[in-house]
């Protein structure tokens, strides 16, 4: 199933801004997460749709997703 | 008529007056000058450092941030800049919260580090500052820790708390005492070019969503750095939500979460 996703700030550097890929059905966001190497520790937000989701949210055809570096300074 | 009314229309026959009149009149009715300008607010009558504010904020919303209280926790990038912007709007009760000192390393973004700075107390530089400011705000500096169960003792009382954090684990604990005290939390965080805000009501969990991915003390800004118009910016979205809080009035950034990205200038605003 054709999956799009987009990366955000730093979650870029060596990967890509956004980029269209073909995935196995049923693939959750760990896999895609897993699949672009990026370190738990670089992990913030992840939004399917336009809406939060969590790391286990199974994927369907068409879906869109955004994931951005954690931000925590003040 | 009371002494009041005597001195106000003598120094105040406009409906505004001036700061040298606002003092005089404190010393004359023996108050402080928090309670002068209470009682002038209350009146109608409009000190004129709020003139420029008049046609945005009516009179009785100024008299209504006076007399709110606001708990800012944090008074390093996002701190420095919330206390300046919130004490010349003129939310007439200022709580802050800080354990940390000064560091050259702050110079870079940190509205209160100055070179003289280095070294002091971040929330008693932070109360110098209101205190030259606008004399009149009534300031609670804590020189320390915000901790859970102390915490939620002092914040009682308050209206709105401002997270001007740096940790993550700590904004996941304010959060959770917001919650237990029914208190609105407007959330703020920066990391290099980017930078982030939500508001949260009793009753949401917009913190928990935003960070539950994240277990670790600090986000992206470990590795970049924090960079002088980030915490700017940020602080200055999260005051203007503290005054719509306190007036009741227009839209808020509830379970929503604002992220922009300076360097790609990017904004994006997203549901969660």
């Given at each position: 199933m054709k999956i799009v996703v987009k990366l955000f700030a730093t979650l870029?550097?060596?990967?890509?801004k956004v980029q269209s890929g073909i995935y196995p059905e049923a693939a959750k966001v760990q896999d895609i997460v897993e699949g672009l190497a990026i370190s738990p520790t670089d992990l913030g937000i992840i939004f399917v749709n336009g809406k939060s989701a969590d790391l286990n949210r199974v994927l369907h055809e068409g879906d869109t997703i955004s994931i951005f570096p954690p931000v925590g300074g003040g | 008529m009371d002494k009041m009314d005597v001195l106000l229309r003598q120094k105040?026959?406009?409906?505004l007056i001036g700061w040298k009149e606002e003092e005089e009149m404190a010393l004359a009715l023996g108050l402080s000058l928090h309670e002068t300008e209470g009682r002038l607010l209350a009146q109608g009558v409009l000190p004129r450092r709020y003139q420029r504010n008049a046609k945005s904020i009516t009179r009785e919303e100024q008299c209504r941030l006076f007399q709110s209280r606001v708990a800012v926790i944090g008074c390093g990038g996002l701190g420095g800049y919330l206390l300046e912007e919130l004490a010349r709007l003129g939310i007439g009760s200022i709580s802050a919260w800080d354990y940390d000192n000064f560091a050259e390393?702050?110079?870079?973004?940190?509205?209160?580090?100055e070179i003289d700075s280095i070294g002091q107390s971040k929330v008693e530089t932070a109360a110098k500052r209101v205190q030259a400011i606008n004399p009149a705000v009534k300031f609670q500096a804590f020189n320390r820790p915000f901790a859970a169960g102390e915490g939620e003792d002092l914040l009682a009382g308050h209206q709105v708390v401002v997270d001007a954090l740096d940790s993550i684990p700590v904004r996941k604990m304010l959060a959770a005492v917001c919650q237990r005290m029914s208190l609105p939390l407007v959330h703020g965080a920066i990391a290099g070019w980017c930078g982030q805000l939500c508001t949260q009501f009793p009753g949401e969990d917009s913190l928990e969503i935003i960070y539950r991915n994240s277990s670790q003390e600090q986000g992206a800004e470990s590795k970049q750095g924090v960079l002088a118009f980030a915490p700017a910016v940020v602080a200055s979205l999260q005051a203007a939500e503290v005054v719509k809080i306190l007036l009741g009035r227009g839209e808020l950034l509830r379970k929503r979460l604002l992220f922009f990205n300076l360097l790609d200038m990017e904004f994006e605003v997203l549901d969660l």
């Open positions: 870029r550097q060596g990967r890509f | 105040a026959p406009s409906g390393h702050n110079l870079n973004r940190q509205l209160l580090a």
